[in-house]
């Protein structure tokens, strides 16, 4: 059985919600349209904005969820002291089950590029770059940069650096090595790119999520932004929902929501739901405590999990553990083959998940794949490692009954549905 999601996208914001972020149509949004509803409005004074995004409270949409306002004023520190800076829109979107980054890119670029260019002009940066691996997202934004011109960006000049999709690329180093001229794949850190990125300049690298939020707070306002959200999570962020044999769902929704909400607005019954997998496949899995959790950092986070880059993909008929052994075995694949910890530990806990999903497995192998998912995080250059840490961790934690029942099994017995995808729960946006 496959979930990679072929179908028709849904792309819908919250009922009662007035969207900020998406908007109907499936055509990309014009430089006309997009000034007539307020867009690339004059940028008075970069510091005060930079403090209405402190208030505000944005944090990155990219799975990190660090402070948009300490990353644009370390930069703008280091401009204010004479040095050139960088700004990137990072669009890769390297999360098979994520869809959000190439649909802002593919039909609303100039949000996008109005975003870019406000962070641009906070941190004094006259050059940005936007990073993808999607040709369509990349040909929108060329067109909306020929609709634009660089004087519509307030003098900021922008290259679109596009290269080959992959788990790694995403990554901000990868991002800066690529636009540096060298293969997507992440270095060391330090340096961060905060203090040596493109060009050796310090750089700022966003998400183009989070940058297609600060067009709204200078327009409206960090009051108005908070207005939804919760008092920690402000404001509203896109949901890519799978599973459950729906199409793949796009939706705006306001933090602090309940999952269980979001879930029943994309079509699945609760009584379905037998878990999740979050964050893309960062966060892990969590069982049917999704139901219970709202969609917010806190709450996701203190079930051992996170909300990443906004991703669920609920398991309805799947085996957890098959799905597991194929999110493992994905990382296996998309490894940067680089680190050895890396390269060898993910190799290893996706054939323990295999063999186990496969009745297999033994009990020495489950207290191998135990303990390698807690001693092999925090090693390597990117954090590949930490997310099979992650799959394998949650896996033992939230369906110990699934595991028991598979290491008990025949040698020769199969999980019943085996869930046998490529690249698990997947969204190809049309």
């Known amino acids: 059985m496959s979930t990679a999601m072929n179908t028709e996208l849904i792309v819908a914001p919250w009922p009662g919600l007035t969207p900020r972020l998406l908007h109907t149509g499936n055509d990309s949004e014009s430089v006309d349209a997009y000034r007539d509803s307020g867009g690339y409005q004059p940028l008075a004074d970069g510091r005060s904005l930079l403090d209405e995004i402190g208030k505000a409270a944005l944090v990155g949409r990219g799975g990190a969820a660090f402070p948009m306002a300490i990353k644009l004023a370390t930069v703008r520190n280091a401009s204010l002291q004479g040095r050139d800076t960088v700004l990137v829109a990072n669009g890769e979107e390297g999360e098979p089950a994520s869809v959000k980054d190439r649909w802002l890119l593919r039909h609303r670029p100039h949000l996008v590029l109005d975003g870019l260019r406000l962070a641009a002009l906070i941190i004094g940066a006259r050059h940005a770059h936007v990073y993808v691996s999607d040709h369509a997202a990349a040909e929108a934004i060329r067109t909306a940069l020929a609709e634009v011109t660089p004087d519509g960006l307030d003098g900021v000049t922008v290259s679109v650096c596009t290269v080959d999709a992959g788990y790694v690329a995403g990554e901000e180093t990868a991002a800066v090595r690529a636009i540096n001229g060298g293969p997507a794949k992440p270095t060391d850190k330090p340096p961060r790119p905060f203090e040596e990125g493109v060009g050796g300049l ?30 920690d999570s402000a404001g509203t962020f896109l949901a890519t929902v799978t599973g459950g044999g729906r199409p793949p769902g796009l939706y705006e929704v306001p933090f602090g929501i309940p999952a269980a909400k979001l879930i029943a607005l994309h079509g699945i019954p609760a009584e379905r739901v037998r878990g999740a997998l979050m964050g893309g496949y960062f966060a892990g899995l969590l069982d049917q405590r999704i139901l219970d959790v709202t969609m917010d950092h806190e709450s996701v986070r203190a079930l051992g999990s996170g909300l990443g880059c906004g991703a669920v993909s609920v398991l309805t008929d799947e ?6 052994a194929s999110v493992l075995e994905y990382f296996d694949r998309e490894n940067a083959d680089q680190c050895g910890s890396c390269f060898n530990g993910t190799a290893a806990m996706a054939a323990v998940a295999a063999a186990l999903r496969d009745g297999a497995a033994g009990d020495e192998d489950l207290a191998r794949l135990k303990r390698w998912s807690v001693m092999l995080r925090g090693r390597g250059a990117c954090a ?22 598979l290491l008990e099994a025949d040698r020769h017995e199969r999980a019943e549905n085996t869930f046998g995808a490529h690249r698990p729960f997947e969204v190809e946006p049309l």
């Open 384 to 405: 590949t490692l930490d997310a099979a840490c992650n799959i394998a961790a949650s896996l033992l934690a939230m369906f110990p009954d699934d595991v028991a029942r």
């Open 202 to 231: 310090p750089t700022v690298v966003s998400n183009v999520e989070t940058l297609a939020n600060l067009p709204y707070i200078h327009h409206h306002g960090s009051a108005s932004y908070r207005e939804v959200g919760t008092a």
């Open 319 to 324: 085996c957890p553990v098959a799905v597991a």
